[in-house]
């Protein structure tokens, strides 16, 4: 059950990347074209309610890569763990901020200081999703040295908590201005739940295929929990920062996952698209807003226009993505590319290169 024969691959891996890549790029095109077009506050409402069954992307993410975190590393981290992630995680993160912000405030110095440090220090840019993934990495540290042998119910039933009641009363103010959702408490259940089942993936394996019948109905009931609570106009929030989406999200992904388990073998396209995820997810929001959307006449279907967004913040992405990791500095700009089929062993864990593989 691999890609390439390799017993060690989580194959399933690639087919969460790639739906979580590209939920988080239809999102986008969906907020830019409802932005765009004349619509009533109920035809607003209609479409972001459409929009909420795709806000599993970004949690998503968070438990890609901490399952393969805690699976390549459940009991010490390499010397070299920092370097890679410096390198090809935190490195791009700092450029492709400033190149957002210069591209916004290109003529005035200050302006863009400003930008550039809400960005990287608050969080507030689409890029924040790394900064949390770095609290994590801080925090896998702790649980494999201080918890890993700890019984894992109570934990992940106090994370759950945890989480449940900071999205229910996020605080009002945070430091300097930062961005309430960056601190980990937002995002703790899916850490706590993704590290013990890369720690126990056999174990996972086996309950969801046990289990998915009931899997199945949970997806359907809480999507339309979800969705009814926005529609209703019980919850405002058209976002992922959600109790009920943190319950959808996470069904979710036990779904994809049976999915990718019962996939003989995981088609390259699949692969392929997950490979490029990390380039997709800095560059598509560049791609949408400046280079597609200024073109794009508003005479066209609603319907098309958001399509025409989509596949062009997936295409144009991988095609600069590929671009930049030609050139010897691309990589610190978009990360790494991958070369070829991405494999794990127990030893080598080769597949950490990608972005979200921890």
């Known amino acids: 059950m691999s890609v390439n024969g390799n017993k060690g ?5 690639y087919l969460l990347r790639m739906v979580a890549c590209l939920s988080v790029v239809w999102i986008h095109a969906i907020s830019i074209t409802y932005g765009q077009y004349p619509l009533s506050d109920r035809g607003v409402l209609a479409v972001q309610t459409f929009q909420i069954i795709f806000m599993y992307a970004t949690p998503l993410f968070v438990c890609i890569s901490e399952l393969l975190l805690a699976h390549a590393y459940p009991d010490q981290a390499p010397k070299s763990f920092w370097i890679k992630r410096v390198k090809y995680l935190l490195i791009p993160f700092f450029t492709m901020a400033f190149v957002y912000a210069l591209i916004q405030h290109p003529t005035d110095p200050l302006s863009l200081w400003n930008r550039f440090s809400d960005m990287v220090l ?46 229910e009363n996020p605080p009002t103010s945070m430091p300097f201005g930062m961005a309430s959702y960056i ?50 106009g019980m919850i405002f929030s ?28 995981i088609p390259h396209w699949i692969v392929w698209i997950s490979q490029f995820s990390f380039g997709i997810y800095l560059l598509h929001p560049l791609v949408q807003h ?19 967004l989509f596949t062009a913040g997936i295409l144009l992405p991988i095609a600069l993505t590929w671009l930049l990791n030609q050139m010897p500095l691309g990589s610190y700009l978009v990360g790494k590319l991958q070369k070829g089929k991405p494999t794990v062993d127990s030893t080598s864990h080769s597949s950490e290169r990608g972005w979200s593989s921890a």
């Open 183 to 232: 601190p980990f408490p937002g995002w703790i259940f899916y850490f706590t739940a993704s590290y013990y089942i890369g720690r126990n993936l056999a174990a996972f394996r086996r309950g969801v295929e046990r289990y998915q019948a009931w899997i199945f109905a949970g997806v359907i009931l809480a999507m339309g929990i979800v969705v009814y609570l926005k529609g209703s």
């Open 290 to 308: 400046r280079m597609i959307k200024p073109w794009l006449p508003l005479d066209l279907p609603m319907s098309l226009y958001a399509v025409i």
């Open 9 to 13: 691959v989580i194959q399933e891996i």
């Open 122 to 167: 608050l969080g507030k840019w689409h890029g924040y999703f790394i900064i949390i993934i770095f609290q994590f990495y801080l925090l896998h540290l702790f649980f494999i040295r201080w918890v890993k042998n700890r019984w894992m119910v109570p934990i992940l039933l106090v994370s759950f908590f945890i989480n449940v009641l900071y999205l």
């Open 238 to 265: 058209t976002s992922s920062k959600r109790p009920d989406v943190m319950i959808y999200t996470c069904l979710v992904f036990c779904l994809l996952f049976w999915i990718g388990m019962k996939l003989r073998q």
